[in-house]
Antibody
């Protein structure tokens, strides 16, 4: 059973960079056929896919965020990370990491709230 | 981009009664013999969980009162007899071109 845990600052200042890490246990981010993914959810709103990292190391990003997003992996720590630059209040949300296997998002982290405020 | 539209956005339900949610995509999700459409439930205070994949297949551990149907651009999630634990927000999601979620349908007990 794969388990995911998000970590990172809960408060980021406007114009700065949001950085989060997802620690994976019960599975390897460098094996299998999984997309290691970041999804966010503003308070009271729906889910938005941010980007994904395949086990080969390739990445894809939501076009609406592509210019500001980087997802990377640290295979030695079995972690993958999110960087979102030039944040504004609109980036305030609960951020989830999740795995997408053959048939959907089958494992999710508990989510971490990131607030953008000065 | 594929746009996903759910209806209704709010659904009051009576325990023991059936319920259904509609999801429409802006283009066909049918390719290679199946539909790339999934349903998720987000219970209050929890992360979303997968209910249905490939339009109609129940994920592991999902009760059989949940069923998915439809093909192409029109899909439906049905709950045969609603239980109190079914409250939450239901999302459809297309997985044909990366991913796009619907707006969500909030299911609550009357």
């Amino acid at each position: 059973q794969v388990q995911l845990q998000e970590s990172g600052p809960g408060l980021v200042k406007p114009s700065q960079t949001l950085s989060l890490t997802c620690t994976v246990s019960g599975g390897s981010i460098s094996s299998g056929s999984y997309y290691w993914t970041w999804i966010r959810q503003p308070a009271g709103k729906g889910l938005e896919w941010i980007g994904r990292l395949y086990t080969t190391g390739s990445t894809n990003y939501n076009p609406s965020l592509k210019s500001r997003v980087t997802i990377s992996a640290d295979t030695s720590k079995n972690q993958f990370s999110l960087r979102l630059t030039s944040v504004t209040a609109a980036d305030t949300a609960v951020y989830y990491c999740a795995t997408y296997g053959d048939f959907g998002f089958d494992f999710w982290g508990q989510g971490t709230l990131v607030t953008v405020s000065s | 981009d594929i746009v996903m539209t759910q209806s209704p956005l709010s659904l009051p339900v009576t325990p023991g009664e059936p319920a259904s949610i509609s999801c429409r995509s802006s283009q066909s999700l049918h390719r290679n013999g199946y539909d790339s459409l999934e349903w998720y439930l987000q219970r209050p205070g929890q992360s979303p969980q997968l209910l249905i994949y490939m339009g109609s297949k129940r994920a592991s551990g999902v009760p059989d009162r949940f069923s998915g149907s439809g093909s192409g651009t029109d899909f439906t999630l049905r709950i045969s007899r609603v239980e109190a634990e079914d409250v939450g927000i239901y999302y459809c999601m297309q997985a044909l071109q990366t991913w796009t979620f619907g707006q969500g349908t909030k299911v609550e007990i009357k």
